[in-house]
């Protein structure tokens, strides 16, 4: 399973040349979370696209108390630090452009066409091999930061049997193994794109409106979708597009409702 | 009524009565509470603070409450209303709103303790609680410091953009 898939920094600072990552990024062998780390940064006053990546994760973690699981040199564990001129009320753009921007760079890479689960799990199939986590610092006002953390299945041949239904990586997607120093190049020149351009001035409702349109486009569970959503209370429905907001709407047999945080589910499914 | 609820109803009790707030209204559905206070001391009016009971038990069973006869003439703790803002923010008291949209979680993670309760003295920039949207965790910081007067959300609840969640005494 290990394999000899090396980060070359200098070469990562001239490939992303004239964009706030070039000249600041941090790898590390082993950290406990690169979000938590780049969290710490950001207080610290870590400038605005600084890069923090490892090769293992002892603390990878996902959302409420799910762990996410990063054994050494196996994917790209990679965290964003970004201080966006952007409301607080639209920072959530910018999780949903996230997933878009994964999604973009695999194609990129592997001419795959993976799955968007809402708002930003990304998958092959029912089979998750992306997940991205968003933390954020904001008076209400004024956004101080956000670190984007996204963990990215590469190069795993098999999972343990208690994820083997619901996870896959791009090795298993494709049977070869991609170079992770590719994928982050393409992943933060799709992320610079998107974050640009929701920061646009006087641009933001176009911006917007292209986003939940390339959602609508790239997946599958966006309308006409059976599932179930785990939030406070648990309620099933079929899904029914994005409001204006970009959230998304499942129509229950109480009528219609909308999902804020995720724990969104195929209904009888195991993924 | 549950143990969590009851302790919220104190609190709201409580809170009035530091405020020194007469009356104290609360309308939302079939759910009506009305709170009365004795001049005096600031003691509880009960009968006033009963007036209502077959409203709040109607309530109560909506909210899979079990009802505790020994405890019945307390009401459901429910979303403070506009009046009960307006009144802590009369008061001189800090208001902690939320910057996103989301849900509103008292702790890092399920099971987990709260990072503050009522009562708790908090310095500015101390973390309070997280608003969850889209997978996007927002740790919202006090602004101020002082004292944790009042959670005015529940733990779960849906909250949007401006909401109230916190009341601080500022010291």
Redesign the interface.
């Known amino acids: 399973m290990l394999i000899d898939d090396p980060f070359d920094l200098p070469a990562l600072d001239t490939a992303l040349e004239g964009m706030p990552f070039a000249g600041n990024l941090h790898h590390f062998p082993t950290i406990h979370s690169t979000n938590t780390h780049g969290m710490q940064q950001a207080e610290m006053g870590a400038p605005h696209g600084s890069v923090y990546l490892a090769d293992e994760q002892t603390a990878g973690r996902g959302?409420?108390?799910h762990e996410w699981s990063s054994p050494p040199g196996s994917g790209l564990y990679v965290s964003v630090l970004l201080r966006p001129q952007i409301a607080?009320?639209d920072?959530?753009w910018?999780?949903?452009a996230a997933g878009l921007a994964v999604q973009s760079a695999v194609r990129q890479l592997t001419s795959l066409e993976a799955d968007l689960r809402w708002?930003?799990d990304l998958l092959f199939g029912r089979k998750k091999f992306c997940g991205?986590?968003?933390?954020?610092?904001?008076?209400?006002?004024r956004v101080r930061h956000?670190v984007i953390g996204i963990g990215i299945n590469v190069h795993q041949a098999q999972f343990p049997p208690e994820l083997r239904d619901i996870a896959t990586s791009l090795h298993i997607e494709t049977g070869r193994d991609w170079p992770r120093q590719e994928l982050l190049a393409a992943l933060l020149k799709s992320l610079d794109r998107e974050v640009s351009a929701l920061t646009l001035p006087q641009k933001a409702a176009e911006v917007q409106q292209e986003i939940m349109a390339r959602l609508e486009r790239g997946s599958s569970w966006i309308s006409g979708k059976a599932v179930c959503v785990e939030?406070?209370e648990r309620f099933c429905g079929i899904t029914e597009g994005l409001d204006s907001?970009?959230?998304l709407l499942v129509r229950t047999p109480q009528g219609l409702r909308r999902v804020?945080?995720?724990g969104v589910r195929e209904a009888n499914g195991r993924s | 009524m549950n143990p969590e609820e009851i302790k919220e109803l104190k609190e709201l009790i409580e809170f009035l009565k530091d405020n020194n707030i007469g009356e104290f209204d609360l309308e939302r559905g079939d759910l009506k509470v009305r709170l009365k206070f004795a001049q005096q001391q600031g003691a509880v009016d009960m009968p006033a603070l009963s007036a209502n009971l077959s409203h709040l038990l109607a309530a109560s069973q909506a909210h899979q409450m079990t009802a505790a006869p020994a405890h019945s003439h307390v009401a459901p703790a429910a979303t403070p209303s506009p009046a009960e803002t307006a009144a802590s923010e009369d008061a001189g008291l800090h208001i902690v709103?939320?910057?996103?949209?989301?849900?509103f979680y008292e702790s890092p993670?399920?099971?987990t303790a709260a990072f503050v309760k009522a009562g708790d003295q908090i310095e500015n920039g101390q973390v309070l609680c997280i608003v969850?949207?889209?997978?996007?965790?927002?740790?919202i910081?006090a602004?101020v410091a002082g004292e944790v007067v009042r959670r005015l959300v529940q733990n779960?609840?849906?909250v949007e953009?401006?909401q109230p969640l916190f009341a601080v005494r500022p010291r």
């Open positions: 959302r409420g108390a607080p009320a920072v959530l910018i999780s949903l708002p930003n991205i986590l968003t933390e954020l610092n904001a008076e209400v006002t956000l939030e406070a907001r970009g959230f804020l945080s995720g | 709103k939320s910057p996103i949209v989301g849900t993670s399920p099971g969850e949207a889209m997978k996007l965790m927002n740790e910081e602004d779960g609840q849906p953009y401006g």
